[in-house]
C-alpha cells in the first residue's frame, strides 16, 4: 500500500524541512509527499476552499483519504499502528492523509474523508503537523514491524 501524504505548504529549507527527509528515508520508497499552495489574493473562507481542491486533486479516485482536523479521532500511537493494519489488510492501493493549510479544512472536505484523525486537543503549525504525523507513521511501522523504538 502507498501512502501519500497531500499538504498546503512549501517546507523551506531548515530544521522541519531535514527531518521530513529523514523520516521518508526511514518510511521508505512507498510514501511520498504532494505540496500545494493556493497564491492568489481571495478571502479566507475562498483561500480555504481552493487550498481543499487543491488537495483532493493531489490524491488519487481510489485512495482512502484520511483527512487530519482538531475535531477527529486521537488515536494512541499502538491504536494508530492497529488501524494502519487493518488498512493494509483491506487493501486499498493509497491512504492518502490530507492536511489543510493555517486554517484547517472546511467541513465538505473532512466528511468526504473515510477517516477523520486528530493530533490531539492542541492546535499544531499545520507544517509541523506533517512532521508529527511522519513521525507516527515511522513509529507504527515500528511498532507492526515489532521493533523496540516504541515502547509502552
Do not use: N
Not at 512549501?10 to 521530513?20: E, K, M, N, T
Not at 480555504?48 to 481542491?53: L, N, P
Not at 479516485?61 to 493494519?85: C, I, N, P, W, Y
Not at 468526504?112 to 499544531?124: I, V
Amino acid at each position: 500500500m502507498r501512502l501519500l501524504i497531500a499538504a498546503v505548504g512549501r517546507l523551506r529549507a531548515g530544521p522541519l524541512a531535514d527531518l521530513q527527509s529523514e523520516y521518508l528515508k526511514r518510511l521508505g520508497p512507498s510514501i511520498s509527499i504532494k505540496e500545494v499552495e493556493e497564491r492568489r489574493a481571495s478571502s479566507a473562507s475562498e483561500h480555504k476552499v481552493r487550498e481543499a481542491e487543491l488537495l483532493l486533486a493531489a490524491v488519487p479516485d481510489d485512495a482512502l483519504l484520511v483527512a487530519l482536523d482538531e475535531r477527529g479521532k486521537t488515536l494512541t500511537s499502538a491504536a494508530f499502528a492497529e488501524r494502519l493494519q487493518r488498512w493494509r489488510t483491506e487493501g486499498p492501493k493509497c491512504l492518502a492523509f490530507v492536511i489543510g493549510g493555517a486554517d484547517g479544512l472546511p467541513q465538505p472536505t473532512v466528511q468526504r474523508a473515510q477517516f477523520t484523525l486528530s493530533l490531539g486537543a492542541m492546535t499544531w503549525p499545520h507544517l509541523l503537523a506533517r512532521i508529527l504525523l511522519l513521525e507516527q507513521l515511522y513509529r507504527a511501522q515500528q511498532i507492526l514491524a515489532g521493533h523496540p523504538y516504541h515502547r509502552e
